[in-house]
């Protein structure tokens, strides 16, 4: 089976601190990942060097079998990878409607796929936004629409960082049901979130990361049933 | 109830069409934790901009330990001890952990500066800022730039900075997002042990962090305050359940 996406002995510095230390991942068609671990650990770095945004010193990417290590950003996306950043990142001068529609891209799985329509459907709140800039919402309007236009994309594999940051419980638990539906679809997903519960219960396998380095990569419910390593990896 | 410090009297504001915040009151007592939860844009992050004073108030009053401050410009507010967390980051990233803490101490105490002696060599400010990173478990990150810090250890930086300025209120937008387990504990020890002195409100998603540490607790939705009171309450409220905390969160 083609991977997806892999990373093979990724090496990342931030000027004098060594963030990645070697990593090695992949995710294959339909799979869903967690990546769990404390702040700091290199989560975010992992996924910024995945799509291009983040130079590593040493070691590849490759998306579908074909070297990215060097790609832009935007060729990853156009490959597949959508990419839902942790501080959103949305365009504060479009308003809702062309946030959504700068992004749209027809999907590969006819009849699957996320419209304009779909993402109003899912996200009601931003159809009373549609006309307020960016930079008018709120933070959490601001999250629901960062996890619209990725969905815009209808990608192979949505990345998600801290995606239910600033949500109101009762959205937040919509963001998970979604989640659970974008599997059920064959969608692969690499999920970064807090609350490392439902990164268990919503992902097929988990990686833990310590110091820059994948400490553990097993499936999700055999570790959420090792307390010891909860505890160990991520002070719970 | 003598012990207010900071208090909005039916306070609104329109951009437009739109009602943010609708007749919004509530008052911050010394000792106390009054948080402030809803929906997504129901208008809590503009009513701490309203009572940091980054917004004017279309109507309504704001006071501080009995002085009407509606008009007064944000500087000033902060001056007089009122301290704000942003729930964006808010640091200068080339600066580091330490400058940055600061910073925000040396510009809550404006003071005569000797034009030709470095700012560094402030003994207050310095020690401002280093009491508040070993507050805030930032200690060992001090001389890293703060741009370097993971998501979480910014967030935490942000209320190191609040801290610094040595305000008696403290407006904390969501304060642990983005925070893991840890950093989340830590925290609310902190906000804890700071409640005897100052007045404290919280804008937070957390709900385990919520009902954890305040005392008081109002429920906004679409800019305006649906319920208010104590968390027994709040939780039992059936308005609020289907409003925000959905069905089934609230017996947990």
């Known amino acids: ?22 990593v090695d991942m992949h995710i294959g068609p339909g799979e869903s990942v967690g990546l769990v671990g404390r702040n700091g650990m290199g989560k975010t770095t992992l996924i910024r060097s995945l799509m291009g945004h983040v130079k590593s010193a040493q070691g590849n990417v490759r998306v579908r079998g074909s070297d990215c290590t060097h790609a832009q950003p935007h060729a990853i996306a156009r490959m597949g990878v959508a990419y839902v950043p942790e501080g959103r990142g949305i365009f504060p001068n479009l308003n809702v409607r062309e946030n959504l529609q700068v992004a749209a891209r027809p999907g590969k ?18 159809r009373e936004r549609l006309g307020h800039g960016g930079q008018q919402l709120s933070g959490g309007e601001q999250q629901m629409l960062a996890i619209g236009r990725a969905l815009m994309t209808n990608p192979d594999l949505l990345i998600l960082d801290e995606a239910t940051e600033g949500l ?3 959205i937040v638990a919509e963001i998970w049901r979604i989640i659970r539906d974008i599997r059920a679809t064959g969608m692969s ?38 307390p010891e390593q909860l505890t160990r990896y991520l002070g719970v | 109830m003598s012990d207010v410090l900071l208090a909005a009297t039916a306070v609104t504001r329109r951009f ?12 911050l007592q010394r000792g106390q934790v009054h948080a402030v939860i809803g ?10 901009n309203i009572l940091s004073g ?4 279309s109507s309504g009053q704001v006071t501080l330990a009995g002085r009407d401050i509606t008009a007064w410009p944000q500087p000033e507010r902060a001056r007089a001890g009122l301290g704000r967390s942003y729930q964006r980051s808010t640091v200068f990233p080339e600066l580091s952990v330490f400058e940055n803490c600061r910073l925000a101490a ?47 250890r910014k967030r935490q930086l942000e209320i190191a900075m609040c801290l610094a300025g040595e305000p008696q209120v403290l407006l904390l937008d969501e304060p642990l997002a983005g925070m893991g387990p840890e950093e989340t504990d830590r925290i609310l020890d902190l906000l804890q042990t700071l409640k005897a002195g100052h007045a404290i409100l919280l804008v937070e998603h957390d709900m385990d962090a919520v009902f954890r540490i305040a005392e008081t607790i109002t429920v906004m939705v679409n800019g305006s305050a649906i319920a208010s009171g104590a968390p027994a309450q709040i939780r039992a409220n059936p308005e609020v359940r289907t409003a925000y905390l959905g069905e089934d969160e609230g017996a947990h």
Request: hydrophobic share 45%; charged share 20%; net charge neutral.
């Open chain 1, 1 to 22: 089976m083609q991977t997806l996406i892999e990373a093979g002995g990724l090496h990342v510095y931030y000027g004098a601190s060594h963030v990645l230390r070697g």
């Open chain 1, 109 to 126: 799985r006819a009849g699957q796929d996320w419209t304009y329509a779909r993402v109003l459907d899912t996200f009601p709140r931003l």
């Open chain 1, 168 to 170: 109101a419980p009762l």
């Open chain 1, 189 to 226: 997903t690499l999920i970064v979130d807090r609350n490392y519960r439902a990164v268990l219960e919503h992902t097929d396998r988990c990686l833990v990361m310590e110091k820059g380095l994948i400490v553990q990569d097993g499936d999700s419910a055999s570790l959420a049933r090792q």
């Open chain 2, 16 to 27: 437009g069409g739109l009602t943010a915040v609708n007749g919004v009151s509530l008052a």
């Open chain 2, 39 to 48: 929906t997504n844009g129901a208008g809590k992050s503009t009513l701490i």
């Open chain 2, 54 to 57: 980054e917004l004017a108030a």
């Open chain 2, 106 to 152: 040396q510009a809550s105490r404006q003071r005569f500066w000797h034009w030709w002696r470095d700012a560094a060599s402030c003994r207050l400010s310095a020690d401002l800022a280093g009491d508040a990173l070993d507050r805030t478990g930032l200690a060992a990150d001090a001389h890293q730039p703060a741009g370097l810090l993971a998501h979480g």
